[in-house]
């Protein structure tokens, strides 16, 4: 279990690389704690390649749903984008 947080987030990394469904295959390849090491790949890397328009009703339903989707287009202004990633 020590290795879960790492692990997800070496797996997150590849999101500039390879579709969100291939992230997630490899992150549950990867080990024993297959459902929580996808989980966390997943919402990191679902939140680099941001929210879906036909997601964007949902999240106005919630309670400082625009908040939320502010604050994950946040930490995802943190990453390069595959411009940047391929101008090195």
């Known amino acids: 279990m020590v290795d879960t947080v790492p692990l997800a987030l070496y797996s997150a990394q590849f999101i500039g690389e390879k579709p969100l469904p291939t992230v997630i295959a490899q992150a549950i390849e990867a080990?024993?704690?297959?459902?929580?090491?996808?989980?966390?790949?997943?919402?990191?890397?679902?939140?680099?390649?941001?929210?879906?328009?036909?997601?964007?009703?949902?999240?106005?339903?919630?309670?400082?749903?625009?908040?939320?989707?502010?604050?994950a287009e946040a930490f995802a202004g943190a990453f390069p984008t595959l411009e940047e990633q391929s101008a090195r």
Not at 40 to 56: H, K, L, R
């Open 31 to 71: 080990a024993d704690d297959t459902d929580t090491i996808a989980s966390i790949t997943g919402q990191i890397a679902g939140t680099f390649t941001g929210v879906p328009a036909d997601f964007s009703e949902h999240f106005s339903r919630i309670i400082d749903g625009d908040e939320i989707i502010k604050v």
